[in-house]
């Protein structure tokens, strides 16, 4: 037996129990093999419903190898599962167009449903973004949402395709508003939506975070070395009960640099300001180098400066299917109460 199959073996061993917890709980979404901590770095398998998607970040995995993987996990779990494989280590995604086991069979490429929390998500192996559409390490967040989000006002910063938006307006917010500049995020987001039409609606703003989070902060909008800015939708000043903040790494835009690692505060301190007095910002920051205690030392320095000191804090941490043996995922979560 190669040492990757003894690998996945012992990482779905691991899983047994959390599986079987995760279906009763309504999710078929989950990680089955998170390679960095598991024996094979730069290799990831999820579920993703009926879909096993399989994505490489630093070589290329043979073509043996990739169904042997596939078999391993349909035979663990059971079912037949789509394979969709996505390789994320060239310059571009996606290699051997020609081959059915790296292009996919149509079938699996086809609009599915996957499952989180009893909730129906879109899950698209291919599409314009490398990412998949609902990132799995946040599911515990959009848990945390889903639990206290009853009777709330909830914005949804870089709300990409809407998932906490979602567990928001399932648990019962009284409204939900999703931002992200990315009209086709926000796109699966309204199809999520409606996927779910029990649900009440989600409102929907496509704008660059920085103008929009001023404005609700009632902050200036600075123009850059006397640059003229783009236009961007006008907002009224006014806070929300329950903020979540969960940025990209890095991003640059006519506004603003998002950059976790050298400026959260220019992030973090309007979502504050835009977070009720008694409210809860869940904010979060996916930079491996970043260490938590660094972190959350300069998170609560900003609010403190910012006047709006944290009375309580907690930390949520991703789902035991993205084990870290530091306890040090790169995805750190605080639930920040005001
Ligand atoms: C890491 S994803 C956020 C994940 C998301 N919170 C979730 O629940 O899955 C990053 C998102 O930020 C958006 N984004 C990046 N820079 C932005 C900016 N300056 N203003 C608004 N949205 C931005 C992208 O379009 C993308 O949807």
Known sequence: MSVLTQALRAALDSRTDLLATLHAQGTDCYRLFHGSQEGAGGLTLDRYGPQLLVQSFHQPVDRDTLLGL????????????HLVYNDRSGGNSRIDRHDKVYSAEPAALEDMIGHEWGLDYRVRGRHAGQDPLLFLDLREARGWVKDHAKGKSVLNLFAYTCGVGLSAVAGGASEVCNLDFAEGNLAVGRENGLLNPRLPEMSFVQSDYFPAIRQLAGLPISQRRGQKLPSYPRLAQRQFDLVLLDPPAWAKSAFGTVDLLRDYQSLLKPAILATADDGVLICCNNLAKVAFDDWRDQVLRCAEKAGRPVRQW?????????????????????????
Do not use: T, Y
């Not at 596939?70 to 599962?81: D, I, M, T």
């Not at 949520?316 to 005001?338: E, N, R, T, Y």
């Open 70 to 81: 596939h078999a391993e996990v349909q035979q663990r779990l059971g079912l037949p599962l």
């Open 314 to 338: 907690s930390r949520l941490g991703p789902g035991a299917d993205f084990p870290s043996a530091d306890g040090q995922p790169p995805l750190k979560i605080m639930v920040l109460h005001f």
